[in-house]
């Protein structure tokens, strides 16, 4: 089955810096890669997902990057505030429907 | 759409006896899955379903826990008898088949469950 890794496991950053979030995943078959953000005592919710056709997608701050070669994929945070602070989550598919996750990265952006 | 409804959002009860947490997907999603968070072990996948059959319950952990969905709209995650270690936040989730919808898994609020 799919194996997602993700790395820092916890990541501060000072108001205005940038925040990058790596994870390499295992399975050749996976085609779709979802990042999820977690605020506490919240369920985890979507922020931006990328498939496999492209290579980078940008939404405003964020943007996701993706290697198929290296099978990596990268979340980018500009100019981060305060309320970026949460918890992240990537994930890739494994099979038809299902979502494996990376352990996730506790982000504290500092005033 | 209300999104994921999951009941009791909040769950004490003491060692040994049964948990039943409950979920009602999102209208029209095929796929449904149940996740268990904890601090050490992160998002695990229990079990899924599609079209309410289960597909794969490799992540159940014990025969204590079981899962059902009898219809399209409703599934019942069981844990008898229940033990201090399963204390966690049970997520339910469900998603679409459809490729323009991609994989996206909606997540509920969560069932806070602590086992005393």
């Known amino acids: 089955g799919e194996n997602v890794e993700q790395h820092p496991s916890t990541l501060s950053v000072q108001e205005g810096d940038s925040a990058v979030i790596k994870c390499t995943y295992s399975?050749?078959?996976?085609?779709?890669f979802p990042w999820y953000k977690q605020e506490l005592g919240k369920r985890p919710q979507l922020i931006i997902d990328?498939?496999?056709?492209?290579g980078e997608k940008k939404d405003q701050r964020i943007a996701v990057t993706l290697n198929k070669t290296a099978k990596h994929f990268s979340l980018h945070i500009t100019e981060t505030q305060p309320e970026d602070s949460a918890v992240y989550f990537c994930a890739a598919n494994s099979g038809y429907s299902t979502l494996t996750f990376g352990k996730g990265t506790m982000l504290l952006v500092s005033p | 759409d209300a999104g994921v409804i999951q009941s009791p959002r909040h769950e004490v009860t003491e060692m040994g006896q049964e948990v039943t947490l409950r979920c009602k997907p999102i209208s029209g999603h095929n796929s449904l899955f149940w996740y268990r968070q904890t601090m050490m072990r992160g998002l695990e996948l229990l079990i899924y379903f599609n079209n309410n059959v289960p597909i794969d319950d490799s992540g159940m952990p014990e025969d204590r826990f079981s899962a059902k969905m009898p219809n399209a709209s409703f599934s019942t995650l069981k844990i008898q008898p229940s033990e201090p270690r399963d204390s966690a936040v049970y997520f339910c989730?469900?998603?679409?088949?459809?490729?323009?919808?991609?994989?996206?898994?909606?997540f509920g609020e969560g069932s806070w469950l602590t086992v005393v």
């Open positions: 989730a469900s998603s679409s088949n459809q490729w323009s919808s991609g994989n996206t898994i909606y």
């Open positions: 399975d050749s078959a996976s085609n779709y």
């Open positions: 990328i498939r496999s056709n492209v």
